[in-house]
């Protein structure tokens, strides 16, 4: 079946590091690649999301690319605020299905 | 523009009873989905929605869970006899419908506590 692999966190940072976080997956066909944020108190948000492969997701200052050939979709982010702070999911939805697959979540506490 | 909303945010309820969560969703989203959050761990898919009808039903643990959906909008999700395992978070999220890939936008979910 399909499956999601990410880094466990927690991950800690100081204010302008570089934060990368990794995600694997397992999948049949060609899925769509997600990452989505859980901010401390909100909902879970779309953050970004690459549709095929060599694809790359951008948006608040991160990054993902669609790797097709290491079946991975890394977030990465060059300078990191204390407002990053959140949980991070990555997930997949397979071509043919409708449901999201997540990975188990990443915490990220960055500190001024 | 109302978001995704849930119903209650937070229910605490004892073990054997039974609990009902809603889930409204953006309107004219025809696809509705329910997963679950436990503490610690990653998001499950319970059910997805397209319409009134339940094409997936693969997440659904056991017969215990049952949901609903009337009118192509309101989602019910019922747990019968409530066990402490059923203690999460759980999330409705809609999209339009028309393609797999689009975005799921989330509900701020039900944290339910089974004593």
């Known amino acids: 079946g399909n499956s999601v692999t990410q880094m466990e966190g927690p991950v800690t940072l100081s204010e302008e590091a570089f934060l990368t976080i990794n995600c694997t997956y397992t999948a049949t066909g060609y899925p769509s690649l997600f990452w989505y944020v859980q901010y401390p108190g909100e909902g879970l948000q779309l953050l970004l999301k690459a549709t095929k492969a060599d694809d790359k997701g951008s948006n608040k200052g991160f990054e993902a690319t669609y790797r097709k050939e290491t079946t991975s979709f890394h977030l990465e982010k060059g300078s990191v605020q204390v407002s990053d702070s959140a949980v991070y999911f990555c997930a997949l939805i397979w071509a043919a299905g409708n449901k999201l697959t997540f990975g188990g979540g990443t915490r990220v506490l960055v500190k001024p | ?115």
């Open chain 2, 1 to 115: 523009g109302a978001g995704v909303s849930q119903s209650p945010s937070n229910k605490v309820t004892e073990k054997g009873k039974d609990v009902e969560l809603r889930c409204d969703p953006i309107s004219g989203h025809t696809a509705l989905y329910w997963y679950r959050q436990r503490l610690g761990q990653g998001l499950e898919f319970l059910i997805y929605f397209q319409g009134n009808s339940a094409p997936d039903k693969s997440g659904l643990p056991s017969d215990r869970f049952s949901a609903e959906r009337t009118g192509e909008s309101v989602s019910t999700l019922t747990i019968q006899r409530t066990q402490q395992e059923d203690s999460a978070v759980y999330l409705c999220a809609s999209n339009p419908g028309y393609s797999s890939y689009n975005e799921q936008f989330f509900g701020p979910g039900t944290r339910l506590t089974v004593l």
